[in-house]
RNA sequence: GCGGACAUGGCGAAACUGGUAGACGCAAGGGACUUAAAAUCCCUCGGUAGUAAUACUGUGCGGGUUCGAGUCCCGCUGUCCGCACCA
């Protein structure tokens, strides 16, 4: 019997430094094999990395381990995303430079991916700041400018005051930005575009094909493009008092049927008519003024009332010329949604019903809900905005709302003012053009020179890359490049003469828009892909990473694949086939006395009249145990994977990480979840090592025995059986329970074979059932299966060996056990040969004493049998 | 305001298309081994009643469909998430 316990410190230095040696996870573009790219999403060099690291990389790894062991050939890369504002903040604070901080950071936590003993391919490697990368992603930008998948245009942008930055939509979070949380305000700047709008259609239906990605994410998504189908209507202007030169304003609407409740017309304040009016009329100049600095602070948009001011100007309504409507300019009115412009229907919209009432404007109710009378209905204290009939519309009275949609666009595309149609149909998308300029330093600088004769010139080919300077300096706020002495100073390539160099960098998300297509051939120089690999990798199989990434990086990846492919980089349209958002992991929170957050580490839990309590370890002092929170320095609360690794080592941490809850919720992490999962590690140590001693007896065979052989057989297929579909679902908690399951039956019939003789054919049955616990733990715990192989006799590395093939016969039992119901609640049990028809199932069911008792001699109403299922009686 | 998800023991959770609710783990309690501790092993563990077999009850609340509902439908309540003046 063995005693000593498994070293898993040693046991991994071992295994990592032998996996190395035989370059096992060493991926060849060539292989014949079938294809599996397995991808989590790659980390920032923040410094060190987390439990949320150590979550998702656990899991990816047991998708490459397990596809592997399945003969695929599997791409299972690892790189960095390393460019950004912490790096220069980091410069700022320290005097330094960002590549000196980003790459030691780099050094660091891949030392700490390699000890969780991860089946990357490390030759893969590669950084987003290195130029050998980002010289690629300038020569894309050029290709994107020919194609015509870039814009340079002056717009509203947001502005980070803190990083003093421009921010994309997606980057704004309740108003505030993404990284620094500082209020963003809205600037005039003329910026670099990437055209996803373009692509949203595209991008809108492609989700509906995506069906391995969660219906959350492509919910988001939808909502996010936010298309919508409508009417833009052109309304006649007033001659009388119109600016020179305009004759209409064209609005867009969801709800042409309300077109005879309108009551005026609102412009934004940026509307070119509202400037127009606005030069001879001060006061309307100050109300949009006024707008203008509202518009700031996103926050206050939020709280702010509904106000307008009425331009005089009166339009005609399209069908009816003696009907006119009065054009306010509004300051809930978004330039850059639709027209600018809208017609307002209070009666059935609540911002319309608002500003109405304020300035006294007309109610007309048009649409009549189905439970009233529309003779008499009128909308009251609330705007009406459900189903109904149309009402006080003409034409319009007793349609339904899609019908009189369509009869209004039908008729206003006939009518024609100045020429074109009154309505057209259209197509509106919420989804705006990516700004990707960044007034920073650290990041990919954008390929293009200013000349002053020639315009806008691309850098040639080349001379990429345009690479960042290295003597620069982050005592003073702003973007270093706009400042440095010589760097922005270039020769035009197309006249020759003096020119200045764009100093704006590319918005970090591109780096990671196309990383993963990268990773098929990270050391071609001369293109950022090559073809026939890329197209043979991509997509991923299977993408994972935090929910967080829903937007921002998963919409930005599908934009520049299909852009990439536009200009020849790849051939397919969507990176990633499946997608795999994986929860947060979470810790309780401690708080002393006054109030402080305490680590973890500090404090000691303790139990005291059945209650948990926490001290401190240093003086004992007592600490307050709080709510369980998501990781953060802020709070506190984290747990540093070195510190397990160190303690339990890397199977541990992955076994724990894996075990507690389903993938895609928040797990949280204890220490007695962590010593349970130590606990195990043990214990299936010391089951491999009873096994591995078993000696048979000359003359041990009995009857028991083979019931025992075929009862452990089949808890062993079974096992493997279950694992195999939870796998291919990614349910990585189940798989667990298997494993304790099945280790729990073994170390069951060790205990009852104890100091008895067994059979060779037990023994085998023993050992056959020990490999196959082994190759089931071995994606989750690589190094204790290997270890544990090993010690079973193989010469060879469990991480090479193929997955066991399940006997499925084995299975299926003879005899079946029917639970048996009566009124719907299980009574009793019947064990009957699996072969047995419905009306011998019958009679046994109705021998039963408890159905006898249950019916009283009486015959039963009715008796429901599910085959292989249950058998329900009614009395 | 709009959209979505979720709700099961003391806790994390299982339960495939409606078919034995609580697998597996954690915690707790009892016992064995030990001079003792740790480690390990065995037993109990939704609630109520009972020594027990057993009975009744039980998946947020109220209804419904069904031979049968944690699962499906309708209506609530609560929690979490996303979007938010998008016309």
Known sequence: MRTERYNAREAERKWQATWDEKELFRTKNEDPRPKYYVLEMFPYPSGRIHMGHVRNYTMGDVVARYKRARGFNVLHPMGWDAFGMPAENAAMANKSHPAKWTYSNIATMRDQLKSMGLSLDWHREIATCDPSYYKHQQRMFVDFLAGGLIDRKTAKVNWDPVDQTVLANEQVIEGRGWRSGALVEQRELTQWFFKISDYAQDLNDALDRLERWPEKVRLMQKNWIGRSEGLSVRFALDKSNAPQGESEIEIYTTRPDTLFGASFIALAPEHPLSKMVAEK???????????????TAQELIDKAEKKGFDTGLRVTHPFDPSWTLPVYVANFILMDYGTGAIFGCPAHDQRDFDFATAYRLPIKTVVCPPDQDPKTYSVGETPYDGDGKLCNSSFLDGLTIDAAKEEVAKRLEKESLNNEPVGTRKINFRLRDWGISRQRYWGCPIPVIHCESCGVVPVPIKDLPVKLPDDVTFDVPGNPLERHATWKHVDCPQCGKAARRETDTMDTFVDSSWYFARFTNPWIEDRPTERAVVDGWLPVNQYIGGIEHAILHLLYSRFFTRAMKKVGHAGVDEPFDGLFTQGMVVHETYRDKEGNWVTPAEIEIYNEGGERHAKLLSNGAPVDIGSIEKMSKSKRNTIDPDDIIGTYGADTARWFMLSDSPPERDVIWTEEGVQGAARFIQRLWRLVGDVSELKPADNAHDAAAEDAVITIRKAAHRAIIRVEEDLERLRFNRCVAHAYELANALQAELAVK???????????????????????????????????????????????AAWPIADRSLIVENDIVLPIQINGKKRDELTISRQADNSSIEQAVLALESVKAALEGKAPKKIVIVPQRIVNVVV
């Open 754 to 800: 104890k100091d008895k003789q067994v059979s060779p054919q037990w023994i085998s049955a023993m050992q056959e059932a020990c490999e196959f616990l082994i190759a089931i733990i071995a994606p989750m715990m690589p190094h204790l299966a290997e270890e544990c192989w090993t010690a079973l006799g193989h010469q060879s590395m469990i991480a090479e």
């Open 281 to 295: 009329n001060p006061e309307l100049n100050a109300f949009i003024d006024e707008c203008r600095k509202m518009g």
